[in-house]
């Protein structure tokens, strides 16, 4: 499975998006890239997923550039409940459906 | 949410003593997971199963277990506890269809002493 970058943490402000972006430049052409997060001592969310094109559901919005080397997602309306680690995860998944976590981004939403 | 529970939620231990930690699911999910989580680690996969008796090797599967002899169930196993195995555990369960969307239990959290 590709391996993902993403920054350690970031600010955003209550009530303004907030984009979170991921690096995945050896992405393969049958690999997903999935989002998870996990607010403090529970355990992880999934969130969204996509292959190629750009999703949105009900909880965020995933980003894929053209090349698929990079993803952003987007919280369009962050709140204070959104404060925690986002996971990015790449993965073809396969027989095992397995996914690799790694360190995350840590999200701070700020009053 | 999905019906998944962990049990133990809290654990103490000493070191050398075995200790299974089970896994119950009521959802007839397919894929079941156990990983462990520490600070500046992250979540690692330790053992995961895609059946019943099918189960493979995660990424830390040195000095554990685990066993699925039904689909609801998934127990984690370590044989003689390390104090380098005190961590929060967490069990995971997936559909087939939908094998990407893992819904997590509440996490064990045990101490070796």
């Known amino acids: 499975d590709a391996k993902t970058t993403q920054p350690p943490s970031m600010d955003c402000a209550e009530g303004r998006a907030a984009n979170l972006p991921c690096n995945h430049s050896?992405?393969?052409?049958?690999?997903?890239v999935y989002w998870y997060r996990q607010i403090h001592s529970q355990g992880p969310q999934y969130i969204i997923h996509?292959?190629?094109n750009n999703e949105t559901n009900e909880m965020a919005s995933l980003i894929i550039t053209e090349d698929r080397k990079s993803s952003t997602l987007i919280l369009p309306h962050a709140t204070l409940r959104d404060t925690a680690v986002y996971y990015c995860?790449?993965?073809?998944?396969?027989?095992?459906?397995?996914?690799?976590f790694g360190q995350g981004t840590t999200l701070q939403v700020k009053p | 949410d999905a019906g998944i529970t962990q049990s133990p939620r809290h654990k103490v231990t000493e070191t050398g003593t075995p200790v299974t930690l089970r896994c119950h699911q009521t959802?007839?999910?397919?894929?079941m997971y156990w990983y462990r989580q520490d600070p500046g680690h992250g979540l690692r996969l330790i053992h995961y199963?895609?059946?019943?008796?099918?189960?493979d090797k995660g990424e830390v599967s040195d000095g554990y277990s685990v066993s699925r002899s039904k689909t609801e169930d998934f127990l984690l196993t370590l044989e003689s506890a390390t104090s380098s195995q005190t961590s929060v555990y967490f069990c995971?369960?997936?559909?087939?269809?939908?094998?990407?969307?893992?819904?997590f239990g509440p996490g064990t959290r045990l101490t070796v002493t």
């Open positions: 995860i790449v993965s073809s998944g396969g027989l095992t459906g397995k996914l690799i």
């Open positions: 995971a369960i997936a559909g087939t269809e939908k094998f990407y969307e893992q819904y």
């Open positions: 050896t992405i393969s052409g049958n690999e997903y």
């Open positions: 996509g292959l190629k």
């Open positions: 959802e007839n999910h397919r894929y």
């Open positions: 199963s895609y059946g019943v008796k099918d189960t």
